[in-house]
């Protein structure tokens, strides 16, 4: 005979705890890629700043180390 009190309790709504755990990680992780993914085209839609311009134009003109003269 088992006793009643060893048996497990199963959640009510039929979904067993690893399955919430599932489907509440998939759901923070959908909803931190969303954050991301809008943050990122925050920046994106940033203009470069001046000096980052004239830095990278300067490198655009820079020779190459190793290249011939």
Do not use: C, H
């Amino acid at each position: 005979m088992t006793d009643e009190t060893e048996k497990q309790v199963k959640p009510s709504d039929g979904k067993s705890a690893d399955t919430r755990d599932k489907v509440e990680q998939s759901a923070r992780r959908e909803a931190l890629g969303t954050g991301l993914r809008r943050a990122y085209q925050k920046v994106l839609s940033e203009p470069i700043p001046d000096e980052f311009s004239r830095l990278l134009e300067q490198l655009s003109k820079s020779k190459p180390e190793g290249s011939p003269d």
